[in-house]
């Protein structure tokens, strides 16, 4: 069995708008100044609670508020009347031939599992998908590597391609012990150089050609 998982934001979806909006308006709302999106776009990528905790940072906001600003940020991103947020290019019709192909699919992701269905929900895009991991998931977040395994395990798969677009991604793969697959116009922070023992692409078109040479390579390994 062909499988590839998915990160979802910088991966799959262009969500940093949405996460954005959600952001300033919880500053907003407490009375403080906005942030800009390179810096939000930033603090993406290890999960809500950590988002926020950096947001907090930046704006000098006491911890003690945490928990409370996490639920504010949650219930503004998940607001459906204020949606921007759009897949790559190429991102459907690249699930559509694996799909067609048989191939199994998932999504391994940080954000909380409730906020990542809305997306799916939103987009058109969750009946692609035969499992889910969400950051509220398990105990533990990427780079842990659980999540990932978590995801292998559902699919009732013995080996994945992971795709993401991140460090994070990056260093669950190898704590995994997964190949990996970076989507390099997502949301990393690292120079290209950091990601030594991925495959890079920068159009989805080109990910079909990938996971084919991927499951040439594995899959007869594995069966």
């Avoid at 409730?114 to 997306?119: I, L």
């Avoid at 990427?142 to 395990?153: G, N, Q, S, V």
Wanted: charged share 25%; proline share 6%; net charge negative.
């Amino acid at each position: 069995m062909k499988a590839v998982i998915f990160d979802l934001d910088g991966t799959l979806i262009d969500s940093a708008p949405d996460i954005l909006a959600a952001v300033n308006k919880m500053l907003s709302g407490e009375g403080y100044d906005t942030l800009d999106l390179p810096t939000v776009t930033s603090f993406i990528g290890r999960g809500l609670p950590n988002l926020v905790e950096q947001v907090m940072k930046a704006r000098s906001i006491p911890l003690p508020m945490h928990a409370e600003l996490c639920a504010k940020v949650l219930k503004h991103y998940t607001d459906p009347s204020d949606f921007l947020k759009q897949p790559y290019p190429g991102v459907l019709d690249a699930l559509k031939c694996l799909k067609a192909q048989g191939t199994a699919l998932a999504i391994c992701t940080n954000k909380p599992f409730d906020a990542a269905q809305a997306d799916l929900d939103f987009l058109g895009m969750a009946d692609f998908f035969d499992a889910m991991v969400g950051g509220d998931t398990l105990p533990v977040k990427k780079p842990d590597p659980a999540p990932l395994h978590r995801c292998l395990e559902l699919l009732g798969a013995k080996a994945a391609l992971y795709v993401g677009d991140s460090e994070t991604d990056y260093d669950t793969a190898q704590n995994a012990a997964f190949d990996f697959a970076l989507f390099t116009l997502g949301y990393r922070k690292k120079e290209l150089s950091y990601f030594k023992a991925a495959t890079r692409f920068d159009d989805f078109a080109k990910l079909l050609g990938i996971v084919e040479a991927w499951a040439e390579k594995k899959c007869t390994d594995v069966s």
